[in-house]
């Protein structure tokens, strides 16, 4: 590859505090002035890297590229503060690449994750020079999603994450890392004994504190306002971990600029990874077809020609939303996300006994009336143990701490696409405690695939408010409004839908201590005893967005 490009290693940026931040730039062999895609990444870059992602295709395609580590990531001077830098130091970048000899004053933005939530907090800060933006599985629902899932630590991600950056073989020491994450307490200790040191991971933990920052990054109103010039491809899959992000940012531009023939969007049957390097067509259980796997890095250099390449074709671009409905294995296209859809209340029901899949919950769209209580013991030491989506869990639920509600068996399919939520009505005997849903489709043969990700979840204190904490009243009802991940999927004839209520999904979220203190510091647990309502009082129901006849 590298007789086909040629490469300026080693670039210094400054920024307008003077930190340098350093940059490899890739150009076309020809001399000339070149539209430029920048991305912006904090986990390393060089020609590896610009081989694993293809950036080679944007060469050819006829564009500069330039890779630059963000501020803390050596050699980029500076201290890394994940998110908090890149709205200035994005438009810094945009604005010197602008400036140089190879390119043509026409920058676009491309990347995934990390890359993605970057480019957004670029854009709203108006570089001049930047025409576009392309960002797959951004991180943007900052309390929903990483480093905070329903206000409670995204566990995995931000000890994995944190010993990664300092360089930590997370693979090869899996075990050793789960064993402690379950055990070591108080939390400040647990990253002392994995050994990290990232100031990021112990100031994350720090709920109370860290969290009071992070609307400084959320996209406000006049945010989405602001931007409402830009063309912008967001790219994510039904198993993103990012998808929260992904779609927050796209909800804000519908609100305020529906249908805008600027804004495009893809979600595949993909999980994160894959979502910017080219789907999969399988995970776990759930096998796709081959038409699930497609050429997204042939539909990002669409949407860069489109709107980069002066004099070029404009050749026209697909509709604005493409999805891939799984169960069914085919990609739909619309002109709007979520899709028109009628909003269905599946209720849940029991006789008091929905423990485990043997249990008598029922899930259907009969109103409750008088119905007794359901009931589960909650222990942070014997946490429910996370399964994947795609993954079989009838094992997992024959577990007393999980409540199982199941449909009947269909008679005709069912077909959801959009948001869905749950409205549960608890009580707790805790000053604390969490409260954790899954969405499950069950085969025929009783195998039941779990189609949840990484939402689903809420931790009491922040019931009310991410900001505020507020703590429970002992034996008092309370309603939760529960967010799940999107779906689009078809439940099939001879199908159940169930869902799932439990307290814990480890290593997902950290476990609730359930003791009200504060969970950074606290040392101790206690067992939580959970109580379910479902009457005409406290209706707790499913809300699904159904599509088709």
């Known amino acids: 590859m590298i007789d086909r490009i040629r490469v300026l290693s080693g670039q210094r940026i400054e920024m307008r505090d003077t930190t340098q931040l350093a940059a490899d730039v890739y150009l076309p062999v020809d001399e000339g002035r070149y539209p430029t895609i920048l991305l912006r990444t904090p986990y390393g870059n060089g020609l590896d890297e610009f081989n694993r ?36 130091d994005g438009f810094d970048t945009v604005e010197w690449v602008a400036s140089q000899i190879w390119c043509n004053g026409r920058v676009a933005m491309d990347g995934g994750s990390y890359l993605g939530t970057a480019q957004y907090l670029a854009a709203r800060a108006l570089p001049p020079h930047l025409v576009a933006i392309l960002p797959s599985v951004p991180a943007g629902d900052y309390f929903n999603e990483v480093p905070y899932i329903g206000g409670a630590l995204l566990f995995d991600h931000v000890v994995n994450w944190s010993a ?18 379950k055990t070591v307490r108080p939390l400040q200790k647990l990253g002392r004994g994995i050994g990290i040191t990232s100031s990021y991971y112990y100031s994350v933990i720090d ?19 602001r931007i409402a010039h830009l063309p912008v491809m967001t790219v994510t899959g039904w198993f993103d971990g990012d998808q929260a992000g992904s779609l927050y940012y796209w909800e804000g531009i519908e609100r305020h600029f529906p249908e805008t023939s600027n804004s495009f969007l893809i979600i595949g049957p993909w999980e994160h990874k894959a979502c910017y390097l080219g789907g999969s067509n399988k995970k776990g259980l759930m096998h796709f077809g081959e038409e699930a796997t497609i050429d997204i890095l042939a539909e990002r250099v669409r949407f860069f020609d489109h709107y980069l390449q002066k004099g070029s074709d404009s050749r026209q671009m697909p509709d604005r939303v493409r999805l891939f409905v799984t169960g069914i294995n085919e990609w739909r296209s619309y002109c709007e996300y979520p899709p028109r859809c009628t909003l269905a209340a599946f209720y849940l029901h029991s006789g008091g006994n929905a423990n485990t899949r043997q249990g008598d919950g029922l899930l259907n769209l009969d109103k409750p009336t008088l119905e007794p209580v359901d009931c589960f013991a909650f222990d942070p030491a014997d946490p429910v143990v996370y399964q994947e989506y795609g993954e079989d869990v009838s094992e997992t639920e024959l577990r007393p701490d999980i409540l199982v509600y199941s449909s009947a068996i269909l008679d005709r399919s069912l077909e959801i696409i959009g948001q869905l939520n749950l409205v549960l009505y608890a009580a707790s005997d805790a000053l604390d405690t969490d409260f954790a849903v899954r969405i499950i489709d069950v085969h025929p043969d009783g195998t039941a695939v779990n189609l949840s990700h990484s939402r689903g979840v809420i931790r009491a204190r922040y019931r009310n408010s991410f900001l505020d904490e507020e703590l429970l009243q002992v034996g008092k009802v309370e309603k939760y409004q529960i967010r799940l991940n999107d779906l689009g999927h078809v439940f099939d004839v001879g199908h159940r839908v169930r869902l799932e209520v439990t307290s814990s999904l480890f290593p997902l979220f950290d476990p609730n201590p359930n003791t009200g203190s504060a969970i950074h ?26 599509t088709g006849p």
């Open 53 to 88: 992602l293809q950036l080679q295709r944007y060469v050819d395609a006829g564009y500069a590229v330039v890779y630059q580590l963000v501020r803390g990531c050596l050699p980029s001077e500076g201290e890394f503060k994940m998110f908090f830098n890149e709205q200035d």
């Open 164 to 181: 990664s950056q300092d360089g930590i073989d997370v693979e090869a020491r899996e075990q050793e890392i789960l064993a402690l994450m």
């Open 207 to 225: 709920r109370e504190t860290f969290g009071k920052a992070l609307p400084d990054l959320y996209y406000s109103d006049e945010d989405f306002r």
């Open 521 to 546: 510091t606290e040392t101790s647990q206690q067992v939580a005893q959970q109580t379910v309502h479902h009457d005409s009082k406290y209706p707790s129901h499913l809300l699904l967005p159904i």
